[in-house]
Every structure is written in structure tokens, then in C-alpha cells.
């Protein structure tokens, strides 16, 4: 298995423009996380669904931020418009009950 | 709560000795724990886990030690490589919502060859 894939790995964007990071999970895991991770804030969890569903979404930011999983294979994050103070690395993980995989993120710079 | 990152704590060991990180949490209704090793560059890795219902377990080379009277885990790891330099993040889950997983600061391991 492949694990989770995240891309881009990289995404340098300027300020008000949108921005979309994508996760594909790991088969068969029917649950997904996005995490937002920054030295000052640590690992802040955004958002999780299970079984495409969104659960809770109480860690969003801003409307800005919003998250969709279409299909059990693919999710996306999409920040529209973006901020510098979005900047930061974001973390898509996907478990099958209690053990968590978190890909390699995506790490964001709006300027 | 949530948790809210800090200044990243550090600790600095000797190759070959043994390291104790330690964690507090604060929400008595916490009833899972994990440890996550995060490299550079890397999302966490799951290291071991602990239920509130144990007070020790262990895997290769770590152990956690878990004391509910004082809100308080320990990742201990023995004979420490130069591998094991990254940095280490304790999480919890809720009995009510055992699926959301919060993450606290971390410890930033250095291993010294």
C-alpha cells in the first residue's frame, strides 16, 4: 500500500488567491482527518469524516476553509481566499478504527 | 481542551541511554492514548498506544506508562539510537468522541552520537 498521499508537497501561493490540497487515503480506511500544523499552534485537527461524511468540523478556521470527500478515495481541502497567516503544513491521516496513517502533508506559503 | 502548541520542549540524550518524554493532559474523560514519532519533513507515525484501563504497555524498544491520578504518560525508549531523534507528540481521545484524536505540543528528541 502506498499510505496516504498528499499533494502538492509544496504550494507557494500569493495572498487572495485559492488554494486546494488534495489527500487520496489508504483503502478500506473509513475515516479521514485534515490536521493544520504551525510552531505555534502544533497539530490543530480541522476537520474528519467518516465514511465520506462529515463528522465534525468544528476546527475550521474560518469560512474560508472548507473541506469535501467525494468518494472514499479522495478528499480535498480548499482555502479560498487565501491569508499568509495560512501558512503552515497540512496533514491529511486516514485510520480504520484507532490506529491513525498521516501522509507526508502539504506545506502551504501564502505571501 | 484543545490542545495549543508551545515552545517546543527539548531533550537531549547520550546514544545507548535510555529516554523518558513525558506528557500531561487535562481532561479526566480522555480514555486512549497514543504516541506519534514525527521526523523532519514527515507526517506523525503511530508508536504504541494505552488504554485507561492499563497502566503499562509495551512494544520494541518503548514503553508507555500511563498514571491517571496525576493526568500523567510516559514514552520511555531504551537504548536510544540516532533513528530516534524527531520529535514526539502524546495524543488523546475522548470516551465520547474516541474518533477525534488531539494532539499535545511535543518533545523534541536529540540524540547525541
Known amino acids: 500500500d502506498a499510505g496516504v498521499i498528499q499533494s502538492p508537497r509544496h504550494e507557494v501561493t500569493e495572498m487572495g488567491q485559492e488554494v486546494t490540497l488534495r489527500c487520496k487515503p489508504i483503502?478500506?480506511?473509513?475515516?479521514l482527518f485534515w490536521y493544520r500544523q504551525t510552531m505555534m499552534r502544533g497539530l490543530e485537527l480541522l476537520i474528519y469524516f467518516n465514511n465520506n461524511v462529515p463528522i465534525d468540523d468544528s476546527g475550521m478556521p474560518e469560512d474560508r476553509f472548507s473541506a469535501k470527500m467525494p468518494n472514499a478515495s479522495f478528499s480535498t481541502l480548499k482555502i479560498q481566499p487565501s491569508e499568509p497567516r495560512d501558512s503552515a503544513v497540512y496533514f491529511c491521516a486516514s485510520s480504520l478504527a484507532r490506529g491513525y496513517t498521516f501522509g507526508s502533508g502539504t506545506r502551504l506559503t501564502v505571501v | 481542551g484543545e490542545s495549543v502548541g508551545l515552545h517546543l520542549p527539548t531533550l537531549s540524550v547520550q546514544e545507548g541511554d535510555n529516554s523518558i518524554i513525558n506528557c500531561a493532559y487535562s481532561?479526566?474523560?480522555?480514555?486512549?492514548f497514543i504516541w506519534y514519532k514525527q521526523e523532519s519533513g514527515k507526517g506523525p507515525q503511530f508508536i504504541i498506544d494505552i488504554r485507561s484501563n492499563m497502566d503499562k504497555r509495551q512494544g520494541q524498544r518503548v514503553t508507555v506508562l500511563l498514571n491517571k491520578t496525576v493526568k500523567h504518560l510516559s514514552l520511555q525508549i531504551a537504548a536510544t539510537q540516532p533513528g530516534d531523534s524527531a520529535v514526539y507528540f502524546c495524543?488523546?481521545?475522548?470516551?465520547?468522541?474516541?474518533?477525534?484524536?488531539?494532539f499535545g505540543p511535543g518533545t523534541s528528541l536529540s540524540v547525541i552520537p
Open positions: 495524543a488523546e481521545t475522548l470516551k465520547t468522541s474516541y474518533d477525534k484524536v488531539i
Open positions: 483503502s478500506g480506511h473509513d475515516y
Open positions: 481532561n479526566s474523560a480522555s480514555d486512549y
